[in-house]
């Protein structure tokens, strides 16, 4: 079954620091990830796709098929990147989301 | 730039009601979805389609029908809408071709049942 877990529902930080957003996946496939983002009062968007191997706003996302992982990172956290993240899964023409994580920046 | 347009920001109905869902995407992309997002569960595929006319059940279809008359416009219809259909409804599109090709979303609509 796929399948997509995000552990943590709110991750909370100061700006400066790293942050990790973790994601876990389950797909019998060969996968294709991505991490959508909604900033407060937008529409959800794609911020990164692990084929592009692109870093995008400072984050980045590596595809760890040993740990089924697709962690985002940033190595120092913004305020303007408060926002709710999913990690998702293509599953044939289908996306999986995660049940998203709230990252909250703090100054 | 892709639009992604819903008809209704919020939206509130009674139970019992027959609810219609509208989205409207200006790129011609072949493939449109409906889901709903709620806090602790992510967003869940209620329906997709990937041609006019064509559908294809997600995860949750459940109390749920869609219509695809034209390329452009996908529709969510809540028959008999229930207490437990309150949810954001977000829907969007994407361009056939492969496995990467991102989706779209549109603002979504906050729909409450009385």
């Known amino acids: 079954a796929q399948r997509v877990t995000q552990p943590e529902k709110l991750l909370s930080v100061f700006k400066g620091a790293p942050v990790e957003l973790k994601c876990n996946y389950s797909y019998s496939g060969s996968p294709e990830l991505f991490w959508y983002v909604q900033y407060s009062r937008q529409r959800l968007q794609l911020l990164l796709r692990h084929i592009s191997r692109e870093s995008i706003k400072g984050f980045t996302a590596d595809l760890n098929k040993g740990e089924t992982s697709f962690h985002l990172k940033k190595p120092f956290a913004q305020e303007e990147d408060s926002a709710m993240y999913y990690c998702a899964l293509r599953a044939g023409n289908k996306l999986v989301f995660g049940a998203g994580t709230i990252l909250r920046v703090k100054s | 730039d892709v639009k992604v347009t819903q008809s209704s920001r919020y939206l509130v109905k009674r139970t019992g009601e027959k609810v219609f869902l509208e989205c409207v995407q200006d790129?011609?992309?072949?493939?449109m979805f409906w889901y709903r997002q709620d806090p602790g569960l992510g967003l869940r595929l209620i329906y997709f389609?990937?041609?006019?006319?064509?559908?294809e059940k997600g995860d949750i279809p459940e109390g749920y029908s869609v219509s695809r008359e034209k390329k452009e416009r996908f529709s969510l219809i809540l028959e008999s809408a229930s207490t437990n259909q309150t949810s954001m409804y977000l829907c969007?599109?994407?361009?056939?071709?492969?496995?990467?090709?991102?989706?779209?979303f549109g603002d979504g609509t906050r729909l409450s049942i009385l």
């Open positions: 389609s990937y041609d006019v006319k064509m559908k």
């Open positions: 790129m011609d992309h072949e493939n």
């Open positions: 969007a599109s994407s361009r056939d071709g492969g496995g990467n090709q991102p989706q779209h």
